[in-house]
C-alpha cells in the first residue's frame, strides 16, 4: 500500500464561513480536513497541521519549516502533499521546488471555494493531490501543483482566476499531465531541476517594482533607501523601463543591490534587442540581470533562493 503525507497549512481549502458571512482562512485542521474530504481508502495517509493560515500570511520562515517536514519524512512516504491558499501557492510551490533536495512527489493543491460551499473543488483537489502524490510517474520531476484535474510544474503555474475553479494555468507551457478518473496520466515533464541549500536563514527582503508608462523612480529610490537585498524589475516587452527609472537602477546597483528585469508579458524572454536608454542592453550594460522568461513573482523566489543559498545570482537566471 502507498503511503503519502498530507501537510495542512490552512487556506480557503481549511476554511469556514462566520457569522457574517465571510470565509476564515485555515479554521478546519488537517485532520477535520482529511475526515471531511475523504481520503482515499486504498493509500495509507498520514496528516500534519503545520500551521493554519491565509496563504498571504505565510513567511520564508513557514517555508523553511515545511521543508524540513518533507526532507525528515521523504524516507517514510511515498510522496507528500501539502494544502494551501491559492493567493500565493504558486510562490510557495516554487520556493520549495528550488530548495527541497526530495526524490519523491511533492505536490501542492488548495481550492477556490470552502469546503462547505455549494460545488466545492476543495474534495476532488485533495483527492486528486494524494493520488498524483502516490504516483512513481511524479518522481524526480521536481514540486507540482494539482488543480482542477491537470499536473503543472511549480516553475511556471500561475493563478489565472481570482474565484473561478479553474484557477491555475502555465501560459505558454501547458500542463504537464491529468488526473482522470483517479488515474494520472502524465504527457511531459521538466527536462532540467535546479537545487538551492539554503545556509542563510536570516530574512531576505527583495522588492518588486512594476514598470509602466511614465514611471518614475521613486520606488526604487525607497528600496535604496530601506536597503532591500534585491529588487526585481517587472519591465515591459522584451525588458524597457521608462528613462526616468534608470539613474536610480544604477544607484542600487553601485549600492551592491542585485536587480533583475522581468517582462509583464505572459510569455517571452527578456532580450537585448534595442539600444537605448531603459532598454534591456542599456540595462544589461549597466549591471541588471536578465530574468529570462521568468515572471516578477518566480524571479523574486529564485533570487531570494539564490542569496539565502549563497550561489552565484548571475549563474542561476542562466537557466
Do not use: W
Amino acid at each position: 500500500m502507498k503511503k503519502v503525507l498530507i501537510i495542512s497549512t490552512g487556506g480557503t481549502i481549511a476554511s469556514v464561513e462566520n457569522a457574517e458571512g465571510k470565509l476564515e482562512a485555515g479554521r478546519y485542521s488537517g485532520e477535520e480536513l482529511g475526515d471531511k474530504l475523504g481520503i482515499p481508502e486504498e493509500i495509507e495517509v498520514k496528516i500534519i497541521s503545520a500551521f493554519q493560515k491565509p496563504s498571504v500570511h505565510i513567511t520564508f520562515d513557514d517555508l523553511d519549516e515545511l521543508k524540513d517536514i518533507v526532507e525528515k519524512q521523504k524516507e517514510s512516504f511515498d510522496g507528500v502533499v501539502i494544502t494551501h491558499g491559492t493567493d500565493t501557492l504558486e510562490e510557495s510551490a516554487y520556493y520549495l521546488d528550488l530548495t527541497s533536495n526530495v526524490e519523491i512527489p511533492v505536490v501542492f493543491t488548495g481550492s477556490q471555494r470552502s469546503p462547505d460551499a455549494l460545488g466545492s473543488d476543495a474534495y476532488i483537489n485533495l483527492r486528486h493531490a494524494v493520488y498524483a502524490a502516490a504516483s512513481e510517474q511524479l518522481r524526480n520531476i521536481g514540486v507540482t501543483v494539482v488543480f482542477n484535474e491537470r499536473i503543472f510544474s511549480a516553475k511556471y503555474v500561475k493563478k489565472e482566476h481570482a474565484s473561478n475553479i479553474q484557477g491555475f494555468n502555465a501560459f505558454g507551457f501547458g500542463y504537464l499531465g491529468i488526473i482522470d478518473n483517479d488515474e494520472i496520466h502524465l504527457y511531459q515533464k521538466p527536462v532540467s531541476r535546479q537545487y538551492y541549500e539554503v545556509v542563510h536563514q536570516e530574512k531576505v527582503d527583495v522588492e518588486i517594482v512594476k514598470c509602466y508608462m511614465n514611471a518614475s523612480e521613486v520606488f526604487i529610490k525607497a528600496c535604496i533607501q530601506q536597503k532591500s537585498d534585491g529588487i526585481i524589475l517587472e519591465a515591459l516587452g522584451r525588458g524597457q523601463i521608462h528613462p526616468d527609472m534608470v539613474d536610480a537602477v544604477s544607484e542600487a546597483i553601485e549600492n551592491g543591490i542585485p536587480v533583475v528585469i522581468t517582462t509583464a508579458s505572459e510569455e517571452g524572454h527578456v532580450y537585448t534587442t534595442y539600444d537605448y536608454k531603459g532598454s534591456a542592453y542599456d540595462l544589461y550594460n549597466r549591471g541588471v540581470i536578465l530574468g529570462r522568461d521568468y515572471d516578477s513573482k518566480k524571479a523574486r523566489i529564485k533570487l531570494i533562493a539564490s542569496l539565502r543559498s549563497s550561489k552565484d545570482i548571475y549563474q542561476a537566471f542562466k537557466y
